[in-house]
């Protein structure tokens, strides 16, 4: 029972009925199998109780997701889409059981179209192998979450994944042409389409964006490519503090007139895990905070100089050193340390958790004095990182092993979401609300605008079966 809604249960003859429309290898009810698929990055000790589906399916086609979810809708069963598991949000979660839908079979790229600058994918494929594949055409793909080499497309659109790119490119959202998608009751849709202009009709492309699987279930889509830069540099500045690296992003389009591709921040106990959890040294591992900065040009000539001028300018504002890494296994060095925070988080610490936060970039520096005088109010540590340059940070705030843990991390979100409220900022810039979030809406949107999201979600899925628990509280 969800508020209002009451879900069926999957019998035996449910089983056997899907194992006739879409295989029996691809229906699954393995107790192993189900508790590793009934959850996603987010620890089981951020939730009250285990949750768990009653079965897998693992479609191989539009006509398969099709078929399980008019099965679904005429038992009012709910379904929760999956990924690769990789979402910190909780959106993975089956918080009513049911059945989660893997789309790990569904892994082909169906064109490349270089006459209109697309690419076609099935959800299930691997974010890095679009990248790698435009990439073998000279072409680009400008979603880049760090996440790309594990996490699958129609998650990343899902959730609106922004990742390294978004000061110059925008995030997934925005190299987003169009998808094909089964409504709640099997109905099979196409919104957009190649081309780069439409005003027929709502823009239900971008709404699908970022709504978490909640409308809809993406299993095609159309992305949009652009020609690939010739050149590109990543910089890696270490400086004394992390006031001085973040007082220094503003200063690299202001002073230096330039857009980068990329602007990462990674703050002292960040480089000190990493190197911890790599165990190895990594570039400015002893700084007080360090800045990558990567830069594209098609003139190779030119982007020395950008990179040159970039360099000097942030010596100019404090860094102490500056490495300069021009070829991949240089590049892969820097950024392996930034990728592999997360990671070395979860590796270190059992007790935390992980925020998504974005406030306007001119107040980064507020938002990190913010997180590390609650931190220290309540006895907490704070690792922060993140895409400084849009003003999206990702900090983790630790608990010690203590009885109480869970009640001093829950003191330390609420105290920094009212402060955060103030400053003009919000709960989630890419990784989504999902389960771990939701109860959280009512401090940034107003009841009016939780309402509209109801009704626009009960438009799409009337009986609520799809991914049910996510995004608002219905009451439960």
Same mark, same amino acid.
């Given at each position: 029972m969800s508020g209002i809604f009451s879900y069926g249960k999957i019998t035996d003859e449910i089983i056997d009925e899907l194992k006739g429309k879409i295989g029996t290898n691809n229906v699954c009810a393995d107790e192993e199998k189900l508790e590793s698929y009934s959850r996603d990055e987010v620890p089981q000790s951020a939730y009250d109780r285990e949750y768990r589906a009653a079965l897998l399916v693992f479609p191989e086609s539009t006509e398969h997701v099709s078929e399980v979810m008019k099965t679904a809708s005429r038992e009012r069963i709910p379904?929760?889409?999956?990924?690769?598991?990789?979402?910190?949000?909780?959106?993975?979660?089956?918080?009513?059981?049911?059945?989660?839908?893997?789309?790990?079979?569904? !892994?082909?790229?169906?064109?490349?179209?270089?006459?209109?600058?697309?690419?076609?994918?099935?959800?299930?494929?691997?974010?890095?192998?679009?990248?790698?594949m435009a990439a073998r055409h000279g072409l680009l793909?400008?979603?880049?979450?760090?996440?790309?080499?594990?996490?699958?497309?129609?998650?990343?659109?899902?959730?609106?994944?922004?990742? !390294?790119?978004?000061?110059?490119?925008?995030?997934?959202?925005?190299?987003?042409?169009?998808?094909?998608?089964? %409504?709640?009751?099997?109905?099979?849709?196409?919104?957009?389409?190649?081309?780069?202009?439409?005003?027929?009709?709502?823009?239900?492309?971008?709404?699908?964006?970022?709504?978490?699987?909640?409308?809809?279930?993406?299993?095609?889509?159309?992305?949009?490519?652009?020609?690939?830069?010739?050149?590109?540099?990543?910089?890696?500045?270490?400086?004394?503090?992390?006031?001085?690296?973040?007082?220094?992003?503003?200063?690299?389009?202001?002073?230096?007139?330039?857009?980068?591709?990329?602007?990462?921040?990674?703050?002292?106990?960040?480089?000190?895990?990493?190197?911890?959890?790599?165990?190895?040294?990594?570039?400015?591992?002893?700084?007080?905070?360090? %800045?990558?900065?990567?830069?594209?040009? !098609?003139?190779?000539?030119?982007?020395?100089?950008?990179?040159?001028?970039?360099?000097?300018?942030?010596?100019?504002?404090?860094?102490?050193?500056?490495?300069?890494?021009?070829?991949?296994?240089?590049?892969?060095?820097?950024?392996?340390?930034?990728?592999?925070?997360?990671?070395?988080?979860s590796a270190i610490y059992k007790r935390y958790t992980k925020e998504d936060l974005v406030v306007p970039t001119a107040d980064v520096p507020a938002l990190l004095e913010l997180l590390n005088d609650t931190a220290r109010s309540e006895g907490l540590e704070c690792v922060a990182y993140g895409h400084v340059g849009d003003g999206n940070m990702h900090c983790t705030i630790i608990s010690p092993e203590c009885g109480d843990w869970h009640e001093r991390l829950r003191a330390a979100q609420l105290r920094i979401y009212e402060k955060l409220v103030g400053m003009g900022g919000t709960l989630s810039g890419e990784h989504g609300i999902g389960y771990k979030r939701r109860e959280y809406m009512k401090y940034f949107l107003d009841e009016a605008q939780l309402e509209l999201i109801r009704r626009v979600k009960l438009a799409f899925d009337p009986q609520n079966i799809l991914n049910p628990g996510k995004l608002v509280e219905w009451g439960e």
């Open positions: 379904v929760t889409p999956r990924g690769a598991g990789t979402g910190l949000s909780g959106g993975a979660l089956p918080a009513f059981g049911g059945i989660v839908m893997s789309f790990e079979k569904m !892994n082909r790229i169906l064109e490349l179209d270089e006459a209109n600058l697309t690419i076609t994918t099935e959800p299930g494929v691997v974010t890095a192998e679009i990248s790698r793909y400008a979603g880049d979450p760090c996440s790309g080499d594990a996490s699958f497309i129609g998650g990343n659109i899902a959730e609106n994944a922004g990742g !390294n790119k978004v000061i110059k490119y925008g995030a997934t959202g925005a190299q987003l042409l169009a998808l094909e998608v089964v %409504l709640a009751d099997g109905s099979v849709c196409w919104f957009g389409g190649k081309r780069r202009k439409d005003v027929t009709g709502l823009d239900f492309v971008h709404l699908m964006a970022g709504s978490e699987g909640v409308l809809a279930i993406i299993t095609k889509a159309i992305l949009r490519l652009m020609p690939a830069p010739r050149h590109s540099v990543d910089l890696l500045a270490a400086f004394p503090d992390a006031e001085s690296a973040v007082a220094f992003v503003p200063q690299i389009i202001k002073e230096g007139g330039l857009i980068p591709a990329s602007v990462e921040f990674i703050d002292r106990k960040a480089l000190r895990l990493v190197a911890s959890y790599l165990n190895t040294e990594i570039p400015a591992g002893d700084a007080g905070a360090a %800045l990558i900065i990567q830069l594209e040009e !098609n003139d190779a000539e030119l982007l020395e100089r950008e990179f040159e001028e970039i360099g000097k300018l942030s010596q100019s504002h404090g860094a102490y050193e500056v490495y300069v890494a021009d070829t991949r296994g240089a590049k892969e060095r820097i950024w392996q340390a930034r990728k592999n925070v997360p990671e070395a988080v």
